[in-house]
């Protein structure tokens, strides 16, 4: 696609639930990055995919967290028994290589109640 | 380990005046750099990089931004502040030569400019 798409924009769910967030990266980039970020705060990393490569899961805040990138294009990031804290904008990013600047989507606004 | 600093959470500037958003950095080698854009609701837009070569980089928006290696800062600037520029401004880091978790690039805690018409 012409930019970084991902779903749902926004996501309400109930502390305990388990959430799947969706990014379709641009057709062909083979770095695909997620960060978080929290209200007043700056980005933060969580995972990175580099083609086949095994992916760099360094800043995954817990094992709540996961993710895959399925045939190296779209990725899914799993958060399992929700909690308020993980309440954030999810942000994707995919590089057309690993030195080169990101292109964002507009993120995914989850709350968690 | 690669880090970066923006050391004004807020910049506020008259339209029409020059505007300058700072940034420092640490790498072990030497860095690539960026800066990044965030209007409300939006994901972050890319200005402008710097990998090598001239120290004043141009980008989008009229945008520039100077690479100073000996006070390690990369410090993004506009000669004339539009209304329309004002945002949340990130700048980020990533050192080429490590490996391991510092192939993603850091990005500072962002500063908010706003431009006073």
Avoid: M
Avoid at chain 2, 19 to 26: D, G, H, I, W
Avoid at chain 2, 37 to 45: C, E, M
Avoid at chain 2, 72 to 92: G, I, M, N, Q, R
Avoid at chain 2, 93 to 114: E, W
Wanted: hydrophobic share 30%; proline share 5%; aromatic share 12%.
């Amino acid at each position: 696609g012409a930019g970084v798409s991902q779903s749902p924009s926004n996501k309400v769910t109930e502390k305990g639930k388990d959430v799947e967030l969706r990014c379709d990266p641009i057709s062909g980039h083979t770095a695909l990055y997620w960060y978080r970020q929290s209200l007043g705060q700056g980005l933060e990393f969580l995972i990175y995919f580099q083609g086949n490569s095994a992916p760099d899961k360094s800043g995954l805040p817990s094992d709540r967290f996961s993710a895959e990138r399925t045939g190296g294009s779209v990725s899914t990031l799993t958060i399992q028994r929700t909690q308020q804290e993980d309440s954030a904008v999810y942000l994707c990013a995919s590089s057309l290589y690993t030195g080169d600047g990101y292109t964002f989507g507009s993120g995914t606004r989850l709350t968690v109640v | 380990a690669q880090s970066v600093a923006q050391p004004e959470d807020q910049v506020n500037v008259a339209e029409g005046n020059p505007l300058t958003v700072k940034c420092t950095y640490s790498v072990s080698g030497n860095p690539y750099l960026f800066w990044y854009v965030q209007y409300p609701n939006r994901g972050l837009q890319f200005l402008l990089k710097y990998i090598t070569g001239d120290n004043l980089v141009k980008g989008s928006y009229g945008f520039e931004a100077e690479f100073n290696k000996s006070q390690t800062s990369f410090h993004l600037k506009k000669p004339s502040a539009l209304v329309s520029d004002s945002a949340l401004y990130f700048c980020a880091v990533r050192d080429p030569i490590s490996s391991g978790s510092a192939r993603q690039l850091t990005f500072g805690s962002g500063t908010q400019l706003t431009v006073l018409p």
